[in-house]
């Protein structure tokens, strides 16, 4: 099976603070992302990553920047959090570019900015 | 903007019967299809996928998929009070435009079975 680990399930960060988001998978998969999920609005897709060191932009990327230094891990980055980045990230990833190819999630991080 | 539509529910059903879901998309060019389950404070988890127009059941679930209407959908034979969660629906693009790494979600459906 699939095994994408987050770092933390609950974090509490102060407003202004760099916050540090780690993901990991351990299926060789090249594909990775990160999404927010928040009542209403769904999964928005934040920034993906389809190789080592390689990332594109999602949806919403202000306010974000990733990293992706190793396969198997993908780092979200807050440069400086504020308030309205208080959601639930969840990482996922998927196999190359096999079109039939699902993405598998980790258990997500809710992330709460004070 | 490549949109993926869904009721947002919730839908009720009793137990034991059928529950129908369903999603419609708007770029003609998508080649996937998945539906992933979602409990209250949990991740998503894959059901089942379809590429193909028809129908493909997986034990109590099928998915139906209709690329002319643009339309997808997921069935829940025998309905228990286990399968009551958000339903969420996934689209993923074409390839050759470059979608084909990413999935577009919809807000998802809530299910709620009831004894």
């Known amino acids: 099976d699939v095994k994408v680990t987050q770092s933390s399930r609950y974090l509490v960060k102060r407003t202004g603070e760099k916050v540090f988001l780690e993901c990991v998978q351990d299926m060789d998969h090249e594909n990775m992302f990160w999404y927010r999920q928040d009542p209403g609005l769904g999964l928005r897709l934040i920034y993906f990553?389809?190789?080592?060191?390689?990332?594109e932009k999602g949806d919403i990327p202000e306010g974000y920047s990733v990293s992706r230094e190793k396969k198997e891990r993908f780092s979200l980055i807050l440069e400086s959090a504020s308030t309205n980045q208080t959601s639930m990230y969840l990482c996922?990833?998927?196999?190359?570019?096999?079109?039939?190819?699902?993405?598998?999630f980790g258990d997500g991080t809710r992330l709460s900015i004070l | 903007q490549k949109e993926v539509e869904q009721n947002s529910g919730p839908l009720s059903v009793p137990e034991g019967a059928i529950a129908s879901l369903n999603c419609t998309y708007s770029?003609?060019?998508?080649?996937?299809f998945f539906w992933y389950r979602q409990y209250s404070g949990k991740s998503p988890e894959l059901i089942m996928f379809i590429y193909s127009n028809g129908d493909k059941e997986d034990g109590r679930f099928t998915a139906q998929l209709n690329k002319a209407s643009q339309y997808v959908s997921l069935l829940i034979r025998d309905s228990q009070p286990s399968d009551s969660a958000t339903y969420l629906c996934a689209v993923k693009g074409d390839i050759l435009t470059g979608g084909g790494n990413k999935l577009t979600f919809g807000t998802g459906t809530q299910l709620k079975v009831e004894l």
């Open positions: 990553s389809y190789d080592v060191k390689m990332k």
């Open positions: 770029d003609r060019g998508s080649q996937s």
């Open positions: 996922a990833s998927s196999m190359g570019q096999k079109i039939h190819q699902p993405q598998h």
